[in-house]
C-alpha cells in the first residue's frame, strides 16, 4: 500500500460524508442526484471511485444501516443525533462492518476523526462511544452466529 492510499482514503471519506450528509438531509433525493452535487470528475480516480462506492453504498444499505442503528442505541434515536454524527456512524459501519472494506478499528478511527472535522466539539467522543458498543456488539453477534 502506498503512502498515498490513506490520504485518498481519507480524502473519499470526506466526501462520502458530505454526500450522506445530503442524503439524510434530503430523503427525497436518487442516487445520482446525489452523487450530482458535488464536482467528482475533479477529484482523484481513485479518490472519487472510492467516494462513489461509499456514497452508493449508504445509498443502498440505508434501511438495514437504520436497523443497526436503532436496535444498538440504548436512549437514543439516531433523528436526535446530530445530523454529521450519524453519517459517519454509518460510514463506520457500512465501510468496516457490512462491506468490510477495513478493519472495524480503522473504520471508528476515521469515523471519529470526521466527526471531529465536520461535527460538533463532542462529536469525536459521541462517535467514538457509539461504534465501540455497536462494533462490540456486533462482533459478539458474529462469533454466535459463527463459531470457531
Known amino acids: 500500500m502506498t503512502r498515498e492510499l490513506p490520504k485518498k482514503r481519507r480524502r473519499a471519506r470526506e466526501l462520502a460524508l458530505q454526500l450522506g450528509y445530503l442524503m439524510d ?44 442503528l436503532r436496535e444498538r442505541l440504548v436512549g437514543w434515536r439516531p433523528e436526535r443525533m446530530v445530523a454529521v454524527d450519524r453519517v459517519a456512524i454509518r460510514l463506520a459501519i457500512l465501510e468496516g462492518y457490512l462491506e ?10 476515521e469515523a471519529v476523526e470526521l466527526a471531529k472535522l465536520f461535527g460538533t466539539e463532542d462529536s469525536g467522543r459521541f462517535v467514538n462511544g457509539v461504534l465501540g458498543r455497536i462494533f462490540k456488539d456486533l462482533e459478539d453477534v458474529n462469533e454466535e452466529s459463527h463459531p470457531s
Open 25 to 68: 438531509m434530503r430523503q427525497e433525493l436518487g442516487i445520482n442526484e446525489v452523487l450530482g452535487s458535488l464536482p467528482l470528475d475533479e477529484e482523484d480516480p481513485e479518490v472519487r471511485d472510492y467516494a462513489v462506492a461509499l456514497t452508493s453504498g449508504l445509498y443502498r444499505e440505508r434501511q438495514r444501516l437504520e436497523g443497526i
Open 100 to 109: 468490510r472494506l477495513v478493519p472495524f478499528p480503522v473504520a471508528i478511527s
